[in-house]
């Protein structure tokens, strides 16, 4: 009552909200207790726009600019599991989306290299996580499914968007004993993420569970 648009972030509904979510996490499998303290101290609403600042703290997908969306932070959770990210580790983040999921792994990895084909995307998660001052993340503008042959190999990869197969880019870039989590599927089909690992030279993948991503898309937009 009576708050202004920018104190939103900061009303007591929002916390109870973060506690629900934090619950919701715990219930539905997520038992890492240094992902569940990452997502807890991170603040959602600094990744959405103002208007969905209320919603921040729901465990739901949320728009962010150019049709993308913000990931569900369960899935969010989820993926960083399956990752199983280790402090000296780096990994290679195709889809920066909002910067959320980024931001989730720089707090846990050595390095995290993440690409974006919006600009508007792009430039908005980099200077995000400048004020932020996180400093173990890299940008680039391009198109995530052929990788960053410059920083490879990664210990991790992981794909925000869904591929229609596995990309075969990213499996040459991910190092010996690398771990890849990519959701594989058509879009408004079925989609299931998948846990790829490489373990000398051979691939092996595992279905996780079905999921709903926005398209990974070829090339880049300017805009
Ligand atoms: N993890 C992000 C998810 C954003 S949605 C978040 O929680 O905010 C997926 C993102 O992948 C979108 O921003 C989309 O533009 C991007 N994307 C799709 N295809 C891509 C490609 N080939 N290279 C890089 N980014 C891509």
Known sequence: MGKKNSDMKFNSNSNENKVSLILDLRKNGINNPEILRVIEQIDRSYFVDSHLYDKSNLNTALPIDCGQTISQPLIVALMTQHLEVKSNMRVLEVGTGSGYQTLVLSKIAK???????????????????????????????????????????????????????IPNHLLEQLDEGGIMIVPVGEVHEEQVLKKVKKNKGKIYVENLEKVRFVPLLEGVEKQ
């Open 111 to 165: 390095f995290v290299y993440t690409i974006e084909r919006y600009k508007t995307l792009h430039q908005k998660a980099k200077e995000l996580l400048k004020i932020i001052k996180a400093k173990n993340i890299f940008f680039r503008h391009s198109d995530g499914g052929l990788g960053w042959i410059e920083q490879a190999p990664f210990d991790r990869i992981i794909v925000t968007a869904c591929a229609f197969e």
